[in-house]
């Protein structure tokens, strides 16, 4: 009941073009879900993140829509660019006690070609 | 505003030996958090803390110990190092589990 899956493991989408990355969990406690991207060399740093009482939030050309009734949200990249290519983390916690976690899913890596 | 720093940043060990990883953070952050990313696994928590003195196991403890004697500081330790050990491991820190967590750029860890 704690694991985050994501799909795909990796993508390669043209520039311009929108990539679709989708994260679904079990635990229907979560409450925050967040997603990170870490470039090579670097520690992971928050990209956007939702809470389910929204269906669709957006922050510049990333979006994330959350389907709660499917346990299911998703990232989409507007307009990709060369400089989005990295590996890209869904996540999901809840804060109903001081020791639960944050669950990350496996990562996807994305290529943004020119 | 420095963040989360990690020290080292680069370490090769032989086996058997021991080492402690630094983690600081200068946000006043309550919680603190050690993961060890390999190829394919993504995130894997090791251990973290809930606030100055507390200590937790998270998905892959063994082997590792941590301590957090100041709110700012979270160690972790190898007391005798694995090739399996062998990672980069990250620190990360947030105001509460479901608050956006701050990552440092990671510790290169190599065990021979």
């Known amino acids: 009941q704690q694991q985050v899956k994501q799909s795909p493991q990796s993508l390669i989408v043209q520039k311009g073009g929108i990539p679709i990355i989708n994260c679904a969990y079990e635990n229907t406690a979560f409450d925050y879900f967040p997603w990170y991207q870490q470039f090579p060399g670097k520690g992971p740093a928050l990209l956007i993140a939702i809470r389910p009482d929204v269906s669709e939030k957006k922050e510049g050309r990333f979006t994330i829509s959350f389907n709660k009734s499917a346990k299911q949200f998703s990232l989409h990249i507007m307009d990709s660019q060369p400089g989005d290519s990295a590996t890209y983390f869904c996540a999901a916690s809840r804060g109903r006690t001081s020791y639960d976690k944050v669950i990350f899913g496996p990562g996807t890596s994305l290529s943004v070609i020119p | 505003n420095a963040g989360v720093t990690q020290t080292p940043k680069f370490r090769v060990l032989k086996t058997g030996q021991s080492m402690t990883l630094l983690c600081a953070q200068d946000m006043n952050h309550e919680y603190m958090y050690w993961y060890r990313q390999d190829p394919g696994m993504g995130l894997r928590l090791i251990h973290y803390s809930v606030g100055e003195g507390t200590t937790a196991k998270g998905e892959v403890p063994d082997g590792y110990n941590v301590s957090r004697l100041k709110k700012q500081n979270f160690l972790l330790g190898l007391e005798s190092a694995a090739p399996s050990q062998t990672s980069v491991y990250f620190c990360?820190?947030?105001?509460?589990?479901?608050?956006?967590?701050?990552f440092g750029d990671g510790t290169r860890l190599s065990i021979l």
């Open positions: 990360a820190s947030s105001t509460s589990s479901n608050q956006p967590q701050h």
